[in-house]
């Protein structure tokens, strides 16, 4: 069991920055895969980037060359540096993690079985 809590959410306008965090604990010491997703009102729970245990990493095409997902293993905190911030990247963003290794292609929620909260980015322009 793995516990995920999220941060780093806000406002901002078209065209900035800003950096999601994602804070593991529990059972921190197996591999897990872990990713971001996203979910705007009315959508579907959409992957935006999964990295692996040896820091292997994949994108949505929507947030390719902005979007940049990294993690700290020391202390255990994934993070999402997204850039060029756009009105339509406005959603909750969720951390989510598997056991494992990550499955390639399209980052799906069904693959997924650990949830943090969500923490709300909204853009504006």
């Known amino acids: 069991q793995v516990q995920l809590v999220e941060s780093g959410g806000g406002s901002v306008q078209a065209g900035g920055s800003l950096r999601l965090s994602c804070v593991a604990s529990?059972?921190?010491?197996?591999?897990?895969?872990m990713a971001w997703f996203r979910q705007a009102p009315g959508q579907e729970r959409e992957g935006v980037a999964r990295?692996?245990?040896?820091?292997?990493?994949g994108y949505a095409d929507s947030v390719k060359g902005r979007f940049k997902i990294s993690k700290d293993n020391v202390d255990k905190i994934l993070y999402l540096q997204m850039n060029n911030l756009k009105p339509e990247d406005t959603a909750m963003y969720y951390c989510?993690?598997?056991?494992?290794?990550?499955?390639?292609?399209?980052?799906?929620?069904?693959?997924?079985?650990?949830w943090g909260q969500g923490t709300q980015v909204t853009v504006s322009g």
């Open positions: 989510a993690a598997r056991p494992g290794s990550c499955y390639g292609g399209k980052i799906e929620r069904r693959d997924y079985g650990f």
């Open positions: 529990g059972d921190t010491s197996s591999r897990y895969c």
């Open positions: 990295i692996d245990s040896v820091g292997l990493m």
